[in-house]
DNA sequence: CAGATATATTACGACAGTCGTAGTACGACA
DNA sequence: TGTCGTACTACGACTGTCGTAATATATCTG
């Protein structure tokens, strides 16, 4: 099965997560909706995964986080993305250039598709 | 800074030590000063992570060992890709157009630049 | 010759991030 | 009442990387 492993998004969690938060605040469970159908099912973020990533940009001050005013249901912790935050996730934007084109000198692309199995 | 992350090389080192293993079997610290020249200095791989590699690989079954027969100098430890390992690579390389994909979509790419390539 | 330098590998423990599992909590619907 | 969907938290295991250091040999330098 070729799925994605998440070892490779593992330094990319944190700035997609900032991605979806660019233009407005959201929450847990919508982010991992939006993940999942952003990239058409392909990557289904965990959501400990999810929850730990909160935490750790929260102590690091890319995001803050505030309560929704829904009264019913459980209640939801919205984050909001930080100046901080946004440097930051833009840096990683640039150091993806760069590490992709490290990573595609060792990678053989298949030009004559013979994708069998 | 601008260097690149090794937790995004993370999943595929075991794939960059595969492809500089395709042609010819090589050796630790050969192998090391191959990914720097390859990556143009841009990534210089740590050498427990290189060797703990090779003993991951090992156990995987994606590469074997022998010993060299240089007669001075502290003995090496050549490594030999196995089938097992070239299927695995190239697996990964596939995996990694998809990897690639998705993580482009949360990527926002400055492009004051030709839309060329 | 002694000491630094480059080559070449191994050992050990710390750490970060992910993941499995499970539990809490609430609303809606059948 | 029970289950499903929503929404979040806790905890411990595991994997891979990394810092540090030790071992071993050959060559270069003064």
Redesign the interface.
Known sequence: M????S??????ND??IL??LLEEPSYGYEISKKIKN??EG??VIKETTLYSAFTRMQKNGYIVSFYGDETGGKRRTYYRITDSGRTYY?EK????????D?????????ENGNGDN
Do not use: A, M, N, P
Not at 105 to 110: A, H, N, T, W
């Open positions: 070729t799925g994605i492993s070892d490779v998004i593992r330094g990319y700035t997609i991605y979806l952003l990239s392909k990557y833009f934007c640039k150091e993806w250039v760069l590490t992709k490290v990573i595609e000198k060792f990678i053989i692309r298949e």
